[in-house]
């Protein structure tokens, strides 16, 4: 049975665009496309004293997938490391980074699998992005939709950049 999930992707080394683009095409191979936001930029999240990475470019997207929740992160772990991403630490800038927000309405905490997205309802380049796509959607533990915690979230040092035809 196919599952509803949104992702949140994000790229802040080398051709952002299209590492973002590329993401997507590599997605479309095991998963379909069912909605992509609008692009957006946004400063790196780094810990206190650290110099700033280099801005991102994040976008999120709506998949209809039969993957299991372990399936499918395996499956962006390896998009991952095909668009160029490698171990690095933790607040390393990297060419593409692909989060499972939502699953479904699916509570999981497994080993490397933690949905929703524990951060998700605090991050303004995450619910920007996803209340594109999945405003009305409930979130699975709050009991608001992501439209509602978009609305109550800071954005500073985040802009629109460009409604943008994702797939080819």
């Keep these: 049975m196919s599952e509803r999930v949104f992702l949140g992707l994000g790229a802040n080394l080398g051709d952002r665009r299209e590492n973002l683009r590329g993401a997507l095409r590599l997605l479309a191979r095991e998963c379909e496309i069912v909605a992509v936001s609008s692009l957006y930029e946004s400063v790196a999240v780094v810990p206190e004293g650290r110099p700033p990475g280099p801005r991102y470019y994040n976008a999120a997207c709506e998949i209809s997938t039969e993957l299991e929740p372990q399936d499918l992160l395996r499956f962006v772990k390896e998009i991952e490391r095909e668009i160029g991403r490698r171990p690095a630490e933790r ?78």
Aim: avoid cysteine; proline fraction near 10%.
């Design 91 to 168: 607040w390393a800038p990297r060419p593409i980074d692909i989060d499972i927000l939502l699953y479904g309405s699916r509570i999981i905490d497994e080993p490397g699998l933690v949905v929703p997205h524990p951060l998700l309802a605090e991050r303004a380049f995450v619910l920007a992005p996803l209340g594109d796509i999945a405003a009305d959607v409930p979130h699975p533990t709050l009991g608001r939709t992501i439209g509602e915690l978009a609305q109550g979230i800071e954005i500073a040092g985040q802009r629109y950049v460009e409604d943008y035809e994702w797939v080819d």
